[in-house]
């Protein structure tokens, strides 16, 4: 069987399951949690045309933070490790690397199932999300523009964390374990020195991607020093197909022990 049409059926296959199952589900609801408390800031906005703080405010300064710089690297993080290590929990890795499967097809067919289903529960929760701060404005070309922007951006960074957080499962078992200190801490950390330190982070490449402006990227950093356009695409792409191609290649390679527990 080759690999493109093993890959094809290893999507559909997961992303069936994946998409009934609870953990989608959890995410789901977690993803709706920042548009209630923007509907309710709209609703005061629009009972109190004079009020300091708007949804829109709101929304850019603290929940774009949570789409962007938590949800996101969390749901890569969490279904990037399972495209490895849910099969060895499960002891069901056996059964699809004794198929007739090409095994990079595994990886392909179960990385790609998880990034629709990720980039389904994220941009649910963004587009009511906008809908809500701009529920008087909806027809102005300027907010679509805006909101496609950040599906955009958000796609490409589940691309890029996502392939590398698969890479780490096919290295580490207790791979959530890395994820996290990659996520809290060097991504936490690093983005926030000074000088050329901050290029060293997928969270700076996807930052400088947004509309950048003095009411949605206060957050960024303190001095942002912003890659151009070019270059942030050119490395996030490299992050996922390097990624990938290494994390295919080690899968390919590597006789698991499911009783490891390295």
Do not use: C
Not at 88 to 115: C, Q, R, W
């Amino acid at each position: 069987m080759g690999l493109i049409t093993s890959a094809k059926k290893i999507f559909t296959f997961f992303f069936k399951h994946g998409i009934k199952s609870k953990k989608a589900k959890i995410f789901f609801l977690l993803s709706f949690l920042p548009v209630l408390v923007l509907i309710i800031a709209k609703i005061f906005e629009l009972t109190d045309p004079g009020a300091r703080i708007t949804a829109a405010d709101i929304f850019s300064k603290a929940m774009l933070i949570i789409y962007i710089q938590l949800l996101i690297p969390i749901l890569a993080l969490f279904f990037g490790s399972l495209v490895v290590n849910e099969e060895m929990d499960n002891k069901t890795l056996i059964y699809l690397t004794t198929s007739p499967v090409p095994k990079p097809a595994i990886i392909l067919g179960k990385y790609a199932a998880y990034i629709l289903l990720t980039a389904i529960i994220v941009n649910a929760g963004l587009l009511l999300s906008f809908i809500t701060i701009n529920i008087d404005r909806l027809g102005r070309a300027v907010y679509v523009n805006q909101f496609l922007t950040f599906v955009g951006v958000g796609f490409l960074a589940l691309l890029a964390y996502t392939a590398f957080f698969t890479l780490l499962g096919t290295i580490f078992k207790k791979s959530v374990v890395f994820g996290l200190l990659f996520i809290f801490g060097w991504e936490s950390l690093v983005q926030y020195f000074p000088g050329v330190t901050q290029k060293f982070t997928f969270i700076h490449y996807v930052k400088s991607l947004l509309p950048y402006s003095a009411e949605n990227v206060k957050f960024l950093v303190f001095k942002l020093e912003p890659s151009g356009t070019a270059e942030s695409l050119v490395v996030l792409l490299l992050i996922t197909i390097i990624s990938l191609a290494v994390g295919s290649f080690i899968f390919n390679k590597r006789e698991y022990i499911l009783s490891d527990a390295a």
